[in-house]
């Protein structure tokens, strides 16, 4: 039992790792490929990965019993999270380093957290509004390049305000979930969005891209490549995988907290493979919203020992 405890979080720790290195991953990938032709690509691999483990789980069968709100609630949750997400995430990786951009992932959790306690009447306790406070202004200080909140410096351009879309995103999709896909298994989730995205996505880029983004492919170097498979097979589809394991062994509050590794994992594999600097408002900022998302996953530990 303890070896398999062990290796439940040294799963988590590589699902915070993957997803740390998918934004050096994405860097590279936007600088040398068309945005949308790339993220389709992504997709459609990673598709193919969780149908086959759908299809292992038994879980195709369950297809056949989706209603048609469940449909819509999917493909909406697709638009939002794959289609709208992808632009967002290689569009503002074409114009900030990696490791900056790594520091959005503090921000999810805590816009999620306040939409989910106005619009679901979720509970929460000062630790947690304490962890939402700091992730807040850390985030932002890493972000604004040590100007605490102030937005319109020069330091905050076009690519930080991308960054927030992916935030945005992110929630949105993470909220549509809760609302119409309650009844749906999370790899099934997890399986058809991607799919939908690979629709979606491939759609965007032939209508806005062209065929000529398609032949520009085959141009791209091989670390591109090679990224782009990473983004799908890493990122997109094991870490996943080591997540769900992670939720279904030690409970969805253990397997979040890991997610506050996610930024340092992201500074620290930008700046060894990408040779990124790190500046000091980069770590500080860090370790102020690393500190901040700790505190709401204790806060969500103390309103879970209360119930029980």
């Not at 991953?25 to 032709?37: E, F, T």
């Not at 048609?68 to 609630?73: E, I, V």
Request: proline share 3%; net charge positive.
């Amino acid at each position: 039992m303890k070896h398999f405890s062990y290796s439940t979080h040294l799963g988590l720790l590589g699902m915070a790792a993957l997803w740390g290195a998918s934004w050096p991953w994405g860097r590279l990938v936007a600088q040398a490929m068309p945005a949308l032709a790339a993220a389709s690509l992504r997709f459609g691999l990673a598709s193919l990965l969780l149908l086959v483990w759908l299809h292992h789980s038994k879980g195709l069968q369950s297809l056949r019993t989706l209603q048609r709100r469940q449909w819509l609630g999917l493909a909406f949750a697709s638009s939002i999270g794959v289609l709208a997400y992808s632009i967002f995430f290689l569009l503002a990786l074409q114009k900030v380093p990696a490791g900056k951009a790594a520091m959005v992932v503090a921000l999810n959790p805590v816009v999620t957290l306040l939409l989910a306690v106005v619009l679901f009447r979720e509970a929460a306790n000062f630790t947690m509004c304490m962890g939402v406070v700091l992730a807040v202004i850390g985030a932002l200080y890493a972000l604004s390049g040590g100007t605490w909140l102030a937005m319109d410096h020069p330091h905050f351009g076009t690519g930080e305000w991308l960054l927030l879309g992916c935030s945005a995103c992110w929630v949105g999709y993470t909220l549509v979930g809760r609302l119409v896909l309650t009844r749906i298994d999370s790899l099934t989730t997890t399986a058809m969005t991607a799919v939908f995205g690979t629709v979606f996505l491939l759609t965007a880029s032939l209508l806005m891209e062209g065929s000529a983004a398609w032949e520009r492919l085959a141009t791209a170097p091989v670390g591109a490549w090679a990224s782009l498979v990473a983004l799908a097979v890493g990122a997109t589809t094991l870490a996943y995988a080591w997540y769900l394991e992670g939720v279904k062994t030690l409970g969805a509050g253990a397997a979040a907290a890991y997610m506050a590794l996610v930024p340092v994992f992201g500074l620290m594999f930008s700046s060894l493979w990408l040779g990124e600097t790190v500046t000091p408002s980069l770590l500080e900022g860090g370790a102020v919203a690393i500190l901040g998302m700790l505190l709401m996953n204790r806060g969500r530990m103390q309103l879970a020992l209360k119930k029980a």
